[in-house]
């Protein structure tokens, strides 16, 4: 008996062992794989794999051992630690500036420059041998991000500041994708001159994985902003900082310098189309996760907070148009109204359904939501009991038919003011086949079409009316498309003739700027990009 209970013992403690060796076994296993999920949020970790170091022209640049995704606070950190390194490190001034090459990753043609000191009357210029020069005025800091090299280049930057200036050679590698840097140039009639800034190609022939490239008055490709898996649909600024959708569920804010500061996660939505500032919070266009319809509901970002809250879902406010609405055949999700725009008046939106070719005014959106009215052709709301919201039409013209950009202007008083839009003049409703395009004369398909236009319709509420008080011509583009006022000028973009033009206050071309894509590009604004430089 004594010796079966020493046997008993030996294997039960025999068991302990093997089951003490297992544990600290899927110990290392489960420590090991939490390291390797977590080590690109570790900063130690990114301190070790990450360097500066410096270029046979003098210019530093970030070498990594790893694929670290620049969408990570912890590497933003990192970096902005290693930079004040360096500053530390010499005595750097105009004749000697700190120049280190995307070092936050953000603007694949941007450098970070550090003077040590401020000097007045700061400008710098940009020369390269078969382009045109690119200069501006900078402010009173003692370092930018500066912008405007060309790629695969050899760049001379001119720094200049009175009777002094100190030039170095710069050779920016290329960006990896295949895009124009040099777009085709047309010239129009009017000899007015361009405004000031860069256009912004946004959605560059493909919705998804899209960067955002940024364009000179010369047709010079002078920035890239790079972006993880979505497109971008617009860039919201807000004193030295910028706001941009980086994938469909997150949007950064970005500094001056290119420094991410703060990602927001949009937690249980994917943004599209458009999004637009309210005081504190962004106001997006949203899809919610897992529902059965897709481009009809609208969210807050509280950028204190974080906080993501719904905010107006269109099946509540127009359920008849809904209801109207058939899931086409091999369609999974239901896009019976398709909000592609929205636009602030105050507390309430202005927004635009491509799918029911309708401006839609929406009162109150923060806390009770209804549709005050809608403007669009009788014959789009037979059927319902919406046509009490209808305005009525002063004039003879086509209504607006899938329509973009439906942006708000301020007119003579709180009732009456200007709605202006991208009029695609395209006839399509998908969800519901079997509307007559009867009162739509001269509307295009898909493919062709004659013209489309810039619109601009008054609205007063008063009289509960619109009319159209200007039009233009501009190229053919069945969906994507906008159009923004710049100072005096107009700044339009027709996606799928891939081209984009700026006219003058009467309405006459000043140049047209043609790219190169398989598809199109989603939209194209002109900004000026002033907290780089100021």
């Not at 920035?223 to 898996?229: A, C, F, G, K, T």
């Not at 937690?267 to 897992?290: C, F, Q, R, T």
Request: aromatic share 14%; charged share 30%; glycine share 6%.
């Amino acid at each position: 008996m004594e010796k079966i209970r020493k046997n008993k013992k030996k294997i039960i403690v025999g068991f302990g062992i093997i089951i003490l060796i297992g544990a600290i076994i899927f110990g290392i296993f489960k420590f090991y794989e939490h390291y390797e999920a977590t080590k690109f949020e570790n900063e130690r970790w990114l301190k070790r794999h990450i360097n500066l170091e410096e270029n046979s022209e003098g210019i530093f640049e970030v070498k990594t051992d790893e694929d670290i995704d620049i969408f990570n606070l912890a590497y933003q950190n990192v970096i902005e630690n290693k930079i004040e390194e360096l500053k530390g490190s010499d005595d750097y001034s105009l004749e000697k500036p700190l120049i280190v090459y995307n070092p936050y990753g953000t603007g694949s043609l941007s450098y970070y420059v550090y003077l040590g000191n401020s000097y007045d009357d700061l400008s710098y210029e940009i020369t390269t041998d078969g382009y045109a020069d690119y200069t501006h005025d900078l402010g009173d800091d003692d370092e930018y991000q500066l912008v405007g090299f060309v790629p695969d280049e050899v760049n001379t930057l001119t720094l200049k500041t009175g009777d002094d200036k100190e030039s170095f050679r710069i050779t920016t590698p290329d960006i990896k994708e295949d895009v124009d840097v040099t777009l085709d140039r047309l010239n129009g009639e009017s000899k007015e001159e361009l405004t000031d800034g860069l256009y912004a190609v946004l959605g560059h022939d493909k919705n998804y994985e899209a960067n955002i490239y940024l364009y000179d008055n010369a047709g010079v490709l002078r920035n890239e902003l790079v972006l993880d898996s979505y497109r971008a649909d617009r860039i919201i600024f807000d004193g030295d900082y910028m706001y941009y959708p980086y994938n469909s569920k997150g949007i950064v804010k970005v500094n001056r310098l290119g420094q991410v500061v703060q990602m927001y996660d949009l937690d249980g939505y994917s943004m599209h189309h458009d999004m637009i500032l309210d005081d504190n919070k962004l106001v997006i266009l949203a899809d919610e996760d897992d529902a059965e319809t897709k481009e009809d509901v609208i969210v807050t970002l509280d950028l204190d907070s974080g906080e993501v809250k719904k905010v107006v879902d269109m099946k509540d406010l127009l359920p008849e148009l809904y209801e109207k609405a058939s899931l086409p055949e091999d369609y999974e999700t239901l896009d019976w109204i398709h909000l592609n725009c929205l636009s602030l008046k105050g507390n309430d939106l202005i927004l635009s359904s491509r799918e029911l070719s309708t401006i839609i005014y929406v009162s109150d959106y923060e806390t009770k939501p209804q549709v005050k009215y809608l403007i669009t052709d009788e014959s789009m709301l037979e059927g319902t009991s919406y046509a009490e919201l209808l305005y009525d039409k002063i004039g003879d013209f086509v209504s607006n038919a899938g329509q973009h950009a439906v942006t708000y202007i301020k007119g003579e008083n709180d009732f009456e003011y200007y709605l202006i839009m991208f009029n695609n003049n395209y006839a399509s409703i998908v969800t519901r086949p079997d509307f007559e395009w009867t009162n739509y004369p001269g509307t295009g398909s898909y493919e062709e079409g004659d013209t489309s236009y810039f619109y601009m319709y008054k609205i007063n509420e008063k009289d509960k009316t619109y009319e159209l008080v200007d039009s233009i011509d501009v190229p053919y583009s069945s969906i994507v498309s906008s159009v923004q006022f710049i100072d005096d000028n107009l700044v339009v973009g027709s996606g799928m003739d891939n081209s984009f033009g700026e006219y003058d206050e009467d309405g006459d071309l000043i140049v047209q700027f043609n790219y190169g894509a398989k598809k199109y590009a989603y939209r194209v604004f002109k900004y000026t990009f002033d907290n780089w430089f100021e």
